[in-house]
């Protein structure tokens, strides 16, 4: 295949994933097409972060069987910072402080990163970009001076996390819990982030545990997550079958 | 340039490692001796008084043992020194005069670009002697003093001495009498009255010979409510036998008078580095020290600020970078004698490789200096396992009304940090770096923002590949 037949799509196959000797996913097969956003729900402690940092390639997890393709390409080799330079980001769970450094000395780093050698991030395209996502944001520019994440509260940390989305513009994101903790305006403002950025060049997860988040932004697909394997996919309807009927009916389908 | 082959590669990231061939008009033999000193005051064609102070400081040098608290100093053979070369050429004001070798030592480490761009005046140190002494003309202008520490004591002898080994004596300890011996280079500041320099003057200061010592004196003078702010960088080759620099900095800061005095040290990794640096502070004068160690075999190095009047308040902000073979022992004095004095010391360190990171402070109080207080931060941080810190605060505290907080802390880089910026597309070690500067923010910012920039990219060069 030469490299314009390749699908535009995140393939995962067979994925085993552990912590030390502790196997943690079990065979997950997922693939989610570039221009689609999926839902991945399940109980507490069922392996959807770890899928998510498996992804974008945290060395505290050991794959131990099967793939990531993106693009057709396996990432299981490279380092986070690659991963994140073809275009793959996570909105983290709990987005780590990084005192001292201020977030626009940051994200002109991030967007530089993302350059060919030589070539400069230009003041323009960044206070351009900035501006409009602070605006799609309803943020302070302010915010900007503040240092990554110190002190912030949950919610100010889940929407640095949609504020670096809009200015590095993946091509596949995974949302990891970005609804927990915010409340109906926050949750408002985040959905409208990530609709901003929707479209064919846009795809992938968001790893949520409630139907509050999905009536904002809505899922082409839904899977449910159980000890460490897909174990039932579906469309939108699935999800709210789980806001009604809760989740002890999805553990006996990891039994069965 | 001519690069000396015999550099070697104790540290391969040490950019200013290259040397000059040696060409001096005066190489006192090796050893520090009595004729030695008579020497260096006869060059300089010194007043008696001077004479007899030196010897009087060589006797005690010898009565004195060296010092067994802190670093490790027993591969410093100080009779293996040679403590006095006189490069050729001489103290000029004019940049063309200044021997060709030394011209383009100093314009390859930046200067005198640095004083085009913004500074108020600009000197070098090329081994022992200023080679270059420049001050602007608007500052001249105003009555400021800019010179050489041997033009100090010629032009302005009666202010020279009236404050000259008055703050930092011989008897101090060892190394000030050594430089109290043999102290050769350095600045004079005077500032008047009333007048507010605003922008920085720097001294600049290169060793340039193998087993060569360094001992510059300078003696700073900002009177009742002037401003000014002073900086120094120093560099050296990077030879296999050690190099020595042991300088005593004086500074008096009087009433109502505001001066700051910043160190960028990044001598090359086989270089002694025993400072003693104090001021005295009057009434209401603020005296700030920025100290940045980076360089050094070891470092000893504790600014200190004496505050002797009411209202006086001093400040040292400290920041180490220890690597492979490397022991920063740097910190702070702060000794209160008066009431409503108040002090404040910062202090980071960062560790790598087996680095040696110690913060060594002391906090006094005397009994009447009422309300006085002091706060002492000292956060360190450890780049991997072999890297090693440790905090030895000294608090003495006569007085009942006085206060000192005192807050330490030590983390390690956190692979948590480094995955996160990671994932946002910077590379690991950019993102140890970014973590790094993040940490010395609070002190890089108290820099004018080219020694900031300055300061980061030298601590970037520290860390190339210093994460696994
Ligand atoms: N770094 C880790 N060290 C030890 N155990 C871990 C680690 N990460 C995840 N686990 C364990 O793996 C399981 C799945 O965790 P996680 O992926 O965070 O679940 P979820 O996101 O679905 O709540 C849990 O039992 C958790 O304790
Ligand atoms: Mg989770």
């Given at each position: 295949m030469t490299q314009t037949e390749q699908p535009h799509q995140i393939e995962i196959r067979n994925l085993h994933a552990s912590?030390?000797?502790?196997?943690?996913?079990?065979?997950?097969?997922?693939?989610?097409?570039?221009?689609?956003?999926?839902?991945?729900?399940?109980?507490?402690?069922?392996?959807?972060?770890?899928?998510?940092?498996?992804?974008?390639?945290?060395?505290?997890?050991?794959?131990?069987?099967?793939?990531?393709?993106?693009?057709?390409?396996?990432?299981?080799?490279?380092?986070?910072?690659?991963?994140?330079?073809?275009?793959?980001?996570?909105?983290?769970?709990?987005?780590?402080e990084i005192p001292g450094v201020t977030i626009a000395n940051f994200l002109r780093l991030a967007m530089q990163a993302r350059k060919e050698e030589g070539e400069e991030v230009s003041f323009t395209e960044f206070y351009g970009k900035l501006q409009s996502a602070l605006k799609t944001l309803d943020w302070d520019e302010s915010i900007v001076e503040r240092y990554l994440n110190a002190g912030f509260s949950g919610g100010e940390k889940k929407r640095n996390e949609i504020l670096q989305m809009l200015m590095l513009e993946p091509t596949y994101i995974i949302m990891d819990e970005t609804d927990s903790g915010l409340d109906v305006d926050a949750l408002k403002v985040v959905a409208n982030g990530v609709n901003s950025m929707r479209g064919e060049n846009l795809g992938g997860l968001i790893i949520t545990h409630y139907q509050r988040l999905l009536d904002y932004i809505v899922p082409d697909r839904v899977h449910i997550i159980v000890d460490g394997k897909v174990v039932q996919s579906g469309g939108p309807e699935l999800a709210k079958k789980l806001d009604s009927q809760g989740y002890d009916w999805v553990k006996e389908l990891a039994t069965a | 340039m001519t690069i000396n082959p015999e550099v070697n590669d104790i540290n391969a990231s040490y950019e200013y490692g290259w040397s000059n061939p040696e060409k001096y008009a005066v190489k006192a033999?090796?050893?520090?001796?009595?004729?030695?000193?008579?020497?260096?005051?006869?060059?300089?064609?010194?007043?008696?008084?001077?004479?007899?102070?030196?010897?009087?400081?060589?006797?005690?040098?010898?009565?004195?043992?060296?010092?067994?608290?802190?670093?490790?100093?027993?591969?410093?053979?100080?009779?293996?020194?040679?403590?006095?070369?006189?490069?050729?050429?001489?103290?000029?004001r004019s940049w063309d005069d200044v021997p060709e070798d030394v011209k383009n030592?100093?314009?390859?480490?930046?200067?005198?670009?640095?004083?085009?761009?913004?500074?108020?005046?600009?000197?070098?140190?090329?081994?022992?002697?200023?080679v270059y002494h420049n001050l602007k003309e608007e500052w001249e202008k105003l009555g400021v003093v800019f010179l050489s520490i041997e033009d100090g004591l010629?032009?302005?002898?009666?202010?020279?001495?009236?404050?000259?080994?008055?703050?930092?004596?011989?008897?101090?300890?060892?190394?000030?009498?050594?430089?109290?011996?043999?102290?050769?280079?350095?600045?004079?500041?005077?500032?008047?009255?009333?007048?507010?320099?605003?922008?920085?003057?720097?001294?600049?200061?290169?060793?340039?010979?193998e087993s060569s010592g360094q001992f510059e004196r300078t003696l700073i003078i900002i009177d009742e409510g002037a401003q000014a702010h002073y900086i120094e960088g120093c560099t050296a080759p990077s030879y296999s036998s050690d190099s020595f620099h042991s300088g005593v900095i004086e500074i008096v800061v009087k009433e109502g008078a505001r001066f700051r005095y910043s160190t960028i040290q990044n001598w090359s990794h086989n270089v002694y580095n025993l400072v003693t640096q104090r001021a005295a502070v009057y009434g209401n004068g603020v005296m700030e020290w920025v100290d940045g160690n980076l360089g050094s075999k070891v470092t000893m190095k504790y600014p200190a600020c004496y505050l002797l009047e009411d209202g006086a308040r001093g400040e040292v902000l400290s920041i180490a970078m220890a690597g492979r073979g490397q022991h920063q022992d740097a910190g702070a004095k702060i000794v209160h004698f008066a009431p409503h004095t108040s002090g404040s010391i910062v202090s980071k360190s960062i560790s790598k490789d087996s680095g040696r990171s110690s913060y060594r402070g002391l906090v006094k109080i005397y009994e009447g200096a009422k309300y006085a207080k002091t706060n002492v931060e000292c956060d360190a941080l450890l780049l991997d396992e072999e890297a090693r810190t440790d905090t030895y605060p000294y608090i003495e505290v006569e007085e009942k009304t006085a206060r000192v907080g005192h807050e330490a802390t030590v983390s390690k880089i956190n692979d948590d940090q480094i995955m996160y910026l990671q994932s946002r597309g910077l590379s690991k070690d950019q993102a140890a770096g970014l973590i790094v500067r993040g940490f010395i923010e609070p002190i890089a910012k108290e820099l004018p923002l080219e020694y900031a920039v300055e300061l980061n990219r030298l601590i970037e060069l520290e860390m190339e590949g210093s994460v696994g």
């Open positions: 912590v030390g000797d502790l196997p943690i996913l079990k065979g997950v097969d997922l693939i989610i097409p570039r221009g689609e956003l999926h839902a991945v729900m399940g109980p507490n402690g069922n392996g959807k972060s770890t899928l998510a940092k498996v992804m974008v390639g945290d060395p505290e997890y050991t794959v131990t069987d099967g793939d990531i393709l993106v693009d057709g390409v396996s990432i299981l080799e490279m380092e986070p910072d690659e991963r994140a330079r073809m275009g793959l980001f996570l909105a983290f769970q709990y987005p780590v | 033999p090796k050893g520090l001796r009595r004729d030695v000193v008579e020497m260096i005051s006869k060059a300089k064609d010194e007043p008696q008084w001077m004479l007899d102070f030196r010897l009087k400081a060589l006797d005690i040098f010898n009565s004195k043992p060296m010092p067994e608290w802190g670093a490790d100093l027993s591969g410093l053979n100080l009779d293996e020194i040679y403590y006095y070369i006189k490069p050729e050429g001489f103290n000029t030592t100093f314009e390859r480490l930046g200067i005198p670009e640095a004083e085009r761009a913004a500074l108020a005046g600009v000197g070098a140190q090329y081994e022992s002697e200023m010629k032009e302005y002898p009666e202010l020279f001495r009236e404050h000259f080994a008055t703050i930092v004596p011989p008897e101090d300890n060892k190394f000030a009498a050594i430089n109290s011996a043999v102290w050769s280079g350095g600045s004079f500041v005077y500032v008047p009255k009333g007048v507010k320099v605003d922008i920085p003057l720097q001294t600049y200061f290169r060793i340039n010979a």
